[in-house]
């Protein structure tokens, strides 16, 4: 992976939803990169993520994602940080 200066930040709709999104990403990495070009470097632009196509769930089920994948998502870093010791 290569960082040039074309850097791209993403922020939840709703400010609360951190964790859907980078599932949500995640989850569509491979389509981006089935997508994206480059001679040197492939490239994913801001065209190819308006057009990548996506279900935003209602908030209410976007609330209790949170509450039940944050403490899953807090024990694998706790976990990683403990293998590193």
Partial sequence: MSISQSN???TPIDKKSFFFLFRLIDYSINEL?????GTVFDTITTK????LQVIIPPK???TAFEE????LIYQILNNLIENRT
Avoid: D
């Fill in 8 to 10: 791209y930040a993403m």
């Fill in 60 to 62: 209410k089920i976007l």
């Fill in 48 to 51: 190819m993520l308006n057009v």
């Fill in 68 to 71: 039940e994948i944050t403490p």
């Fill in 33 to 37: 990169q089935q997508r994206s070009y």
